[in-house]
């Protein structure tokens, strides 16, 4: 559990009723604040839709630096196997 010593916002959500209760039994279960496993539900809920690349193996493409290898928009600029225009 991570205890947030970072400035943080105030906000107020509406649970059902069940919700709140089951929360609560977990908070007191593990014996920390509610708001302590309200916030580590929804941060693991946000690190859910954060967007992650999956590679298998290794990848070299000639004249991309490493730079831009974080970025996608160089793949635009890559010949179309598809359409015979891949390098030989």
């Not at 069940?18 to 929804?42: F, K, M, N, S, Y």
């Not at 693991?44 to 967007?51: D, T």
């Not at 298998?56 to 598809?82: F, H, K, M, N, Q």
């Amino acid at each position: 559990m991570r205890w947030y010593i970072a400035p943080m916002i105030r906000t107020t959500v509406m649970l059902p009723e069940e919700t709140h209760a089951r929360l609560r039994r977990l908070a007191r279960r593990r014996g920390v604040p509610l708001a302590a496993v309200i916030r580590e539900a929804l941060t693991r809920a946000a690190e859910l839709e954060r967007p992650t690349l999956s590679f298998i193996g290794a990848v070299s493409v000639e004249g991309v630096s490493a730079e831009e290898t974080t970025r996608l928009d160089w793949l635009d600029e890559l010949p179309d196997a598809r359409s015979g225009d891949a390098p030989a």
